[in-house]
């Protein structure tokens, strides 16, 4: 308000005029009580008459305030309450709550109906928690898709009306499967792989896995193993135990069944050959003995089959139904299609596409590699600096990579590039542009970075201001199909993405073990690679780990198929970012990126605010053309916005902050985004931030009082604002280059 401010100018101007250092001091905490909306009093500082008086004024003016948000309290609870339970009431979002906290709703129903719900005029834990999953679900687009519809491109979908795709919990699959396994008897219903091997010192060597945990299985090759070797690695179908048995009772017509059952049992319980029985996650397909069964016939005539709003209900009941001994009822999610796209205006669109073509050698030179990928990369260095020309099989590096004494020997592999100092002074350059930027105004990062490679896909991700064009541009992705595999699961893509593939190089999708959902995804490549044989039956080709050789070389770890010396290029698709994979999966990705860090927002995040002084920095808003590269932002250290949040009552907080938050950007948005960030760090994902709900406010507290002193927020006006899109409801464009 106009009187806080002039109010807050009088008590600047006057302390200079103060005699004592202990006055000036007085003063100058009065003035930081007005500017935070708070009531005064006079009697604390000694000032002259007119400045007196305006206190008074400014006092009586924020006890009407005070007393208005007061009278009007149990309105604004209840009116919050009342959203709360009708979000509460939606199925898709109960569903998606229940999937990963499933006790949350059940306690926020038992304290909606006892009798002192809502009597303190305040909200309990579980109103607030369950606030806290609305922003996350419905201010950007959840993991589980419940919400936000995915309208696919034509050529990644069939033109289908089907709205909604029901995925069953791949690790509740394995479960049920090992469990099937157990009272599967018949040798001829039970598939079977090898796990990788090599051959050292006369003795083939199994990278075996018991409970994630990788060790070697040193065996003899005898005539009966080279048998099962033979049959396993020679074929693209699934082949069982028995004929495994038919293999060595055909090499060495003298042995019995009993024995060679007995060999082939041996090689399981040692984890060198596993037997399974679902052949593919993405159609739930596998041996008929297995598939016959009840409630897995069930799960197969709903798992990633597409159905409409008016199925839909009928088949989650028949999922929820289901009750698989002591596995209880399978976990699964939803997929939601939207077939109301907002199509952008063709001529803006064409025009952003063409800025992003522009950008796209400044976007993809960050690359946001790891600690734990550099980590990675320093132990397979530091093994191969043994072998001639830094060159060697994989898995035999894998064995020594994976000791504990190299886990724990901790060092580092080199956390920036060779001209990481040029990087730097190239990124401050970039980071101090302000306004609006041509493509000339921008230094070519070929010169810090001359091993970028320029054939690499991007996608971008961002909303569209419709009533400007301009896009927004939020995260930066791997492009190469990545943003659809993980939807229409059934669907194959590798012949809608044609492979990168040259004459010298394969492109490769590795294929993790699906103990995660998030590892679920459709074939992008023709030609698949893991440690799990099972999965070679989605890919036309498959390269066994065996058959990979690993060299270092000017700084990059690079990848070769052995049979053919072609050059490897290894993809992983799955939603998990590859941080989270085994070691034995990380050690192929050394050149894989997930996501890239957008270069013009670095240099400005990271650097420090003067948390003693308390000043507020504006980073300014940066475009080029059509693309908005970096929102305008306001940088406030954690202790200014502990002293903007303080205070017990929520509600007066809320609006004391907003009229804070107004005033310090100069803007009357109601609708934020938020990011804490520490020294020397690019700051945590942006969170939504509502002025006019206290819920709202209070996620916001949280999050600045758990940040260190020297910590800062930042704030953005949300770009495009809720007005201007159509109904009410943001798209964010995924848009590759």
Known sequence: MLLQQELSDALH????????KAARAAILKTRRDVWNGRRISAGDVSLEEPLRETISQYNAVTATLDSLLSSQRSEIVSELKAGLQRLAGMPRFRMAVNYSCPWLIGSYERHAVSPHAGSSGDFSNEERGLFSYGVKFFSKSNPLHLFAGIALPAHAAANSPDSYEILIDTGFLLKMEKQALSVTTDPYKRYAYLRPHFEQN??????????GTPRVASVSPTRALRAVVSLLNNVSVPVTVGQCEDAVLADQPGMSCEQASQFIARLASHNILVEYLI???????????????EPVATLASVHSKLTDDNCLPLEESRVRSISVGSLGSPPYYVNTYSHAFDTPDPVAFQRICSDLQILKPFLSTLPNTSRRNNLLAGILRRQLAHWPQQRAPYLQVLVECLRPADGENGEQGSGKPVASRQIDDWLRRIGALQGNISAGDIESPYAVLPNMDEEASLCCNGPIDPSTGRYFLTNLFAGGGRFTSRYRIAEDLSSDYPNRSQEAVIDVQLAPALEDSRLLAKSLYRTGTGFDRRYRHQFEEWIDPAEIWVESREQRILYHHAPTGKRLRIHYVGFLLSDFLA???AFLLLQHLDVYQNPFCVYPRMQPVDATQGEIHRIPELTLDSICLRREAFRVPVGVARSLLKGDDLIIVSADFRDSLHRIAGSSSEHWYYRSSRPNETGSKPRFLDLRNPLSVHLLRREVTSLEADGSISFSPMRPDIEQLPLGRMTEYMIEV
Do not use: I, K
């Not at 006369?202 to 896995?209: D, E, I, N, P, S």
């Not at 052949?279 to 069964?293: I, K, P, V």
């Open 13 to 20: 101007a006057a302390v200079p005029r103060q005699e004592t």
């Open 583 to 585: 070691a034995e999966y």
């Open 202 to 211: 006369g003795a083939w060597r199994f990278l075996t896995f018991r409970d």
């Open 279 to 293: 052949t593919d996650f993405r159609r739930l397909t596998g041996h008929l003995c297995f598939m016959a069964s």
